[in-house]
């Protein structure tokens, strides 16, 4: 194993100070790229990707929804996401796999350009941070709306629209606060600048639906899934800004930051301020999820080391 990283770009597994990104390549001027986040958990079946086939399928959605034709398939993409893993000798890591508009034109129009694919991976805590998702963090309402569907493809996951996210999540930041939280362009509540967002209310979870420009997060649909299964009421419909403090329960969900509570919105305690019953419950359930310790979540899981 070698000592620098080992990263895959465009077929090839090489050290990472090898990789050469030219200057004049279209995603770096005009965010012409698409890119996905997915975990791998260290199991009792070896390292194990969360939804492998989830995030390659959002990727190749992504991409599509831009105008790029990846230059790989799906069976391709999760080979290269093993054989990075296993490269590095990790057993638990985050994987990020990115896809960008190379060289060949300096036009708006990417379609001269070429297609570059590139994945890497590097242990990675929790986004929120092991006392966040213990605790709970504190939130506030960024003045900045998420994107919306008239301008951009909120559903895609791709590199310019985290512009609107740094936006949210420096005003926050500077602000005192953990995370930020966006209203749609309506004024109802869309996600976080990284994550999902749920609320709990009289026992029933409700979460933003697609109608309110959010990205549609692999770990929100296991969420909901988690939930019904243990016999919750899982909702998605349009949620109003006053329901998050008001909330019994508030929490976010995201491949980096998992699930973390919230326990403050806009300097109001959601409840006494401590991570409530169902969110604990669904987050206990998630993890065992994560780490292979339940049969019924079983098939979200890839063993990546041969066997
Ligand atoms: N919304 C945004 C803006 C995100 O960046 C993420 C993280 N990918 C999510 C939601 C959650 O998505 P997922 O659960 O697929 O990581």
């Not at 959010?214 to 016999?231: C, D, F, K, Q």
């Not at 980096?256 to 409530?276: C, Q």
Request: aromatic letters at 8%.
């Amino acid at each position: 194993m070698s000592e620098e990283p080992v990263v895959w770009f465009n077929g090839e597994l090489m050290e990472l100070g090898e990789v050469r990104i030219p200057l004049l390549s279209h995603g770096l001027h005009y965010g012409t790229a698409v890119f996905e986040g997915m975990r791998v958990y260290d199991t009792a079946r070896g390292p194990a990707a969360f939804r492998l086939d989830a995030h390659v399928a959002r990727l190749l959605r992504s991409a599509e929804l831009y105008y790029m034709p990846l230059p790989w398939s799906a069976e391709q993409l999760r080979e290269a996401t093993r054989a990075v893993v296993l490269a590095n000798g990790l057993r638990a890591c985050y994987v990020r796999t990115l896809a960008f508009r190379g060289t060949g034109t300096m036009a708006v129009s990417p379609l001269a350009a070429s297609v570059e694919v590139a994945i890497a991976a590097w242990e990675w805590a929790s986004y929120l941070g092991d006392e966040g998702k213990r605790d709970g963090v504190r939130a506030k309402v960024s003045s900045w709306r998420r994107i919306g569907g008239d301008a951009l493809v909120p559903a895609a996951k791709a590199s310019g629209h985290y512009l609107n996210s740094v936006l949210a999540k420096v005003e926050t930041e500077r602000a005192g606060y953990d995370e930020g939280i966006l209203l749609d362009s309506r004024g109802m509540v869309s996600e976080g600048t990284g994550e999902n967002i749920f609320v709990v209310q009289d026992g029933i979870l409700s979460t933003p639906a697609l109608t309110s420009s959010i990205l549609p997060g692999i770990t929100r649909t296991a969420v909901i899934e988690i939930a019904r299964t243990l016999g919750v009421e899982a909702r998605e419909r349009d949620v109003a800004r006053a329901e998050l403090a008001s909330a019994d329960e508030l929490f976010v969900t995201g491949t980096a930051a998992e699930l973390t509570p919230v326990r403050e919105v806009d300097d109001i305690a959601v409840s006494d301020g401590r991570p409530g019953p169902l969110t604990l419950r669904i987050q206990a359930a998630l993890e065992d999820a994560f780490h292979g310790r339940d049969p019924r979540w079983a098939h979200w899981l890839d063993p990546l080391e041969p066997r």
